[in-house]
């Protein structure tokens, strides 16, 4: 059984870099083929996506976001661990993880429960 | 960036009717490998969102049936044969297919 859990703190000041660990289980990130992506969605708004690593330690990012983002990954511990510099309050928002399985059809197939970040002085 | 767009934004729906949700991208979705990497979220409230159906038309593991994808290139479709009280939420498309991988706005549907 896959799972994944996202993990940070709540509340973050202005200007603060956050840092998110996703701990995920049923699978490994040296496995050909899986990925970890993360998400986030404001408060009553959509879903917007942030970045993704894959098993090969390829990373892609968000356009509007990467020159704030870090993603990164330690297969020994089953973490995926971002970092978003220079946090504002339209950071605030719910952030998930997800496992995707590149090498069968690209499926965003399982989600952690998220974790809401408060930006606030 | 490819952008995508949901129609419509809003969908009251009749317990026991069909329904349907249309997806547009900005550029065709189709990859170099020859796959269309189009996906459907459902969102219930206060959930996180779920996968329903993936590569367009696939139905991922657990999905009730009533649920289907259709499309391809740029114009793509989610039907629901016959929406049950469990369906109310915002539904989302997806496309993996280029990065960054993008969005669309999402669909709320309620009774």
């Known amino acids: 059984q896959v799972t994944l859990r996202e993990s940070g703190p709540a509340l973050v000041k202005p200007t603060e870099t956050l840092t998110l660990t996703c701990t995920f289980s049923g699978f490994s990130l040296s496995t050909n083929g899986m990925c970890v992506t993360w998400i986030r969605q404001p408060p009553g708004k959509a879903l917007e996506w942030l970045a993704r690593i894959d098993w090969d330690d390829d990373k892609y990012y968000s356009t509007s976001m990467k020159t704030r983002l870090t993603i990164s990954k330690d297969t020994s511990k089953n973490q995926v661990v971002l970092t978003m510099a220079n946090m504002d309050p339209v950071d605030t928002a719910t952030y998930y993880c997800?496992?995707?399985?590149?090498?069968?059809?690209?499926?965003?197939?399982?989600w952690g429960q998220g974790t809401l970040v408060t930006v606030s002085s | 960036d490819i952008v995508m767009t949901q129609t419509p934004l809003s969908s009251p729906v009749t317990l026991g009717q069909p329904a349907s949700i249309s997806c547009r991208s900005s550029?065709?979705?189709?990859?170099?490998?020859?796959?269309?990497?189009l996906s459907w979220l459902q969102q219930r409230p206060g959930q996180p969102p779920r996968l329903l159906i993936y590569?367009?038309?696939h139905r991922f593991s657990g999905v009730p049936d009533r649920f289907s994808g259709s499309g391809a290139g740029t114009d793509f479709t989610l039907e629901i044969s016959r929406v049950e009280a469990e369906d109310v939420g915002v539904y989302y498309c997806f496309q993996a297919t280029q990065f960054p991988h993008t969005f669309g706005p999402g669909t709320k549907v309620d009774i």
């Open positions: 997800a496992r995707i399985d590149a090498a069968a059809g690209l499926k965003f197939d399982s």
């Open positions: 550029h065709s979705l189709v990859n170099s490998d020859g796959n269309t990497y």
């Open positions: 590569k367009i038309s």
